[in-house]
């Protein structure tokens, strides 16, 4: 079974600083996920990774599979980036969903 | 941009009766889920469909619980006697392309609370 670990579980940062958020999971997967949980619930897929990096605008995600660790990093952060971010592994048929980083950037 | 959709946005319902929660996938998705987070907990998964059938579930998803595509757009999840703790937010997603591997979009949520 595939545990999925985030850290921390809450951030908060100023207008304009660089944010790291952590995932590490148990067991091989086949693609990690970051996702973004607004605060009306719904979730938007930001990134799906097999290996290496991606990069979208001001966010980054990288991925080292023989560690089973990826980060989602923010530059440049802004108060509309505040939301939950979620680090979910797929398993198959289904992703398996970490806690979630609540993150709150104030101006 | 196509989106996925999900009606209804909030249901409210007596312990011991059965919903029936709807979605429409993007139109040319072939994989289909449901998932559910109770208040202030993590997502977790319940079924996957591809084919027509149900291609993995979760322990969550038992006999209570049901899938069907009924006319080729719309993806509905049944629960036949609800619980007090089936109350949570139900996301349907689809993607394209295989499973876990592909990006899933996500629809914006039907929140039911069991009364």
């Known amino acids: 079974k595939n545990e999925v670990e985030q850290s921390p579980q809450n951030l908060t940062a100023q207008e304009g600083e660089f944010i790291t958020i952590n995932c590490s999971y148990s067991?091989?997967?086949?693609?990690l996920h970051w996702l973004q949980q607004h605060p009306g619930g719904g979730i938007v897929s930001l990134f799906m990774l097999s290996s290496g990096k991606k990069k979208h605008g001001r966010l980054i995600a990288t991925i080292n599979i023989q560690e089973k660790h990826s980060s989602l990093h923010i530059t440049a952060s802004h108060p509309r980036d505040s939301a939950v971010y979620i680090c979910?592994?797929?398993?198959?048929?289904?992703?398996?969903f970490g806690t979630g980083t609540r993150l709150q950037v104030f101006p | 941009e196509p989106e996925v959709t999900q009606t209804p946005s909030h249901q409210v319902t007596q312990m011991g009766q059965e919903v029936i929660l709807r979605c429409v996938p993007i139109s040319n998705h072939l994989y289909f889920y449901w998932y559910r987070q109770i208040l202030g907990q993590k997502v977790e998964f319940l079924v996957s469909?591809?084919?027509?059938?149900?291609?993995?579930k979760s322990e969550i998803f038992d006999d209570q619980f049901s899938v069907e595509r009924p006319d080729g757009s719309n993806f509905t999840l049944k629960i036949r006697s609800t619980k007090l703790e089936d109350s949570a937010m139900y996301f349907c997603?689809?993607?394209?392309?295989?499973?876990?591997?592909?990006?899933?979009?996500f629809g914006p949520g039907t929140r039911l609370t069991v009364l």
């Open positions: 997603a689809s993607s394209a392309l295989t499973r876990s591997t592909d990006t899933q979009y």
């Open positions: 067991v091989g997967i086949s693609a």
């Open positions: 469909f591809y084919n027509n059938e149900i291609s993995e």
């Open positions: 979910a592994v797929g398993d198959t048929d289904k992703l398996i």
